[in-house]
């Protein structure tokens, strides 16, 4: 069973930084698609950054400019860089890995930004 555990979340003020991190239990270049998406209160679970297997990123509009996702192979970690955090980024963040139709998640992380 594939486990992918994230850490790296916590309080931060806006305008702050953070980088939040996504193990895998197995080699990440076996997922056609590793991503991190967030649920915020009162909200629906949104794509925040995904990357694919031959390493195209896109990002959800709100982040682009201020997230940047990234991967260690040798880690078998995916990486969420989060700059000029706002309020509205608060939220649960999880990870999220595919292989064809068969999609996994992480316990997800908390990260909330004080105005």
């Known amino acids: 069973q594939v486990q992918l555990v994230e850490s790296g979340g916590g309080l931060v003020q806006a305008g702050g930084s953070l980088r939040l991190s996504c193990a895998a239990s197995?080699?990440?270049?076996?997922?056609?698609?590793m991503g991190w998406y967030r649920r915020a209160p009162a909200k629906e679970r949104e794509l925040v950054a995904q990357i694919n297997v031959g390493g195209n990123t896109n990002y959800a509009d709100s982040v682009k400019g201020r997230f940047t996702i990234s991967r260690d192979g040798a880690k078998n970690t995916v990486y969420l860089d989060m700059n000029n955090l706002n309020p509205d980024d608060t939220a649960i963040y999880y990870c999220?890995?595919?292989?064809?139709?068969?999609?996994?998640w992480g316990q997800g992380t908390q990260v909330t930004v004080s105005s």
């Open positions: 999220r890995a595919s292989i064809l139709s068969r999609i996994y």
């Open positions: 197995e080699n990440i270049f076996n997922f056609n698609f």
